[in-house]
């Protein structure tokens, strides 16, 4: 088929999907598209993401290059990014880290130089690791060239830290962008519980591309309570960032959401690697899991169905630990998930699988994750225990819908075209002057949001900016188990109405919400509530502005 024809057939696809996906989420343009065009379709790549997928026949590939140029998954050896090291301290001996976003080259595929976006020109970037009480200075300088070279936009960035209460001012919020050729100062408080966070930029309209070249990184939170359990520690403590990506024929990443409808790769890292195979001893091993991808959601498993237990969610230790066979990760999702290699013997393989979620396009090695692959090498024994009780926090978990006098309505939903919340747009609050919000709590208030996708066709991660919250139910029913935890993204699935408790404290001012599936949130599902009132120390653009670098 001819690129000229492909386009056609993508509008053609996409109007289908546009029109009729507003009201009911199901796409019956497709219907009328033949099981063999659908895979002309599918294999010629990623058109197929815009056909309701519970109808599209698995495509085997959606990268240019040849199959016989990707790595076989579990032959690359997995890898875990860096820690970062601070370059100084204030006069208040807050540590001063320093990264550059810089474009680089990365052997992902091998025998490809691969362009990236990197955090110090890694991706992912380095771990920064944080202790609960001391403040840090992050200094990110945007040395990203002015244009994009393969897809000519401009790279502004703001970095956000998800999963920290930070100012305004300090949260990546969208519009507060800094320019190639600026640097900017985030102040992180770290006045919350121990956690996984994760840094990744938030530009706006450019999100997607700036996470999708590479700008993403874990930030790990430590407290009291976290170091005085008995849970795995130090080596035994591994970082997962999970992403997909697309390549063209000369190795480089490929961009393509369908019409902003989603990005869905053929190609599955971990740590930036290609299913990649771990070594490990036999004992229990804690896993930061992320999903850092723009659009596919995971549902992970052992390859043999050993169960996994969850210890922590997105906003740090649950209550007490949830064992789990299948744990479904949408995302910016965080799971902390222990698997004990204790009963294995030397050279056993252990797959994690992903089954896959609806709506997310699967491809022929889109089931597969890594490896782990046991050894009897010696091992340090401590911390080799997942206690009945982990934290109570009660701040979040012990929520009572009582304490709740309000409930706020969010519904993401797709209008005129545009993915929006409740009928707005980013675009909405711009031409606001930053102003127009959804919601204004008091400073400490509690409220119930009741999340609501009337869509079969989509499924929603909704994040909420600041705040923690309690899963109350969704669509009536319990959450599952491995969400009984405290929460910042609520996997809002097709026709699903989730609700959510939580308390807005820590900061004032305004705060964005929006999709995390990037193609979504830049296009423009995304809006702001405002806790408290608007002060001169609270602005998320004018209070502290990027300066030449
Ligand atoms: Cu992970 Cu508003 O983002
Ligand atoms: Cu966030
Ligand atoms: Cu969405």
Known sequence: MSPGRIVRWRKLLYRGRTALGEQRGVVVSAARLSRRDMVKFSALGAAAVALPLGRVVNAKAVSRLPASRLPKPYTLPFVVPPVLAPVGATDRGEPIYEIRERLATAEILP???????????????????????????VRMINELPATHPQWGYTPWTSCH????????????????????????????????????????????????????????????????VEAGLPIPKGAYDVPLILADKMFGVDGSF??????????????????????????????KYRFRVLNASLSRGFRLQLGNGAPMTVIAT??????????????????????????DFAAYKKGDKVELRNLGVPNSVDYDNTGKVMQFEVTDDPFDPAGNEVPAALNPNMDVMGLLPAQAKTTTKIEVIRKNGFWTVNGQTWDDVIKSEYKKVVANPKYDEIQIWEIKNSSGGWFHPVHIHLVDFQILDRNGKPPFAFEKGPKDVAYVGENEVVRAIMKFTNQTGRYMIHCHNLPHEDHDMMVQFRVGDDTADNDPIESDRPRKA
Do not use: C
């Not at 997105?314 to 698997?339: F, H, K, N, S």
């Open 111 to 137: 025998g490809f130089q691969t362009p990236v976006f990197g955090y110090n020109g890694m991706t992912p970037g380095p771990t920064i690791k944080a202790q609960r009480g001391q403040p840090i200075v």
């Open 254 to 283: 490929m961009y393509d959401d369908a019409g902003h409808s989603g990005l869905w790769g053929d190609v599955i890292l971990v740590n930036g690697r290609p299913w990649p195979s771990m070594t490990v001893a036999k004992r």
């Open 161 to 224: 830290l998800h999963g920290s209460a930070s100012k305004p001012q300090y949260d990546g919020y969208a519009s507060d962008i800094t320019q190639p050729g600026e640097v900017k100062e985030y102040h992180y408080p770290n006045i919350q519980d121990a956690r996984t966070l994760w840094y990744h930029d938030h530009g706006v309209h450019h999100t997607a591309e700036n996470a999708y070249m590479g700008l993403a990184a874990q930030y790990h939170l430590t407290d009291g």
């Open 314 to 339: 997105d906003g740090g230790l649950m209550p007490a630990p949830q064992q789990t066979t299948q744990l479904r990760i949408g995302m910016a999702e965080r799971y902390e998930v222990v698997i």
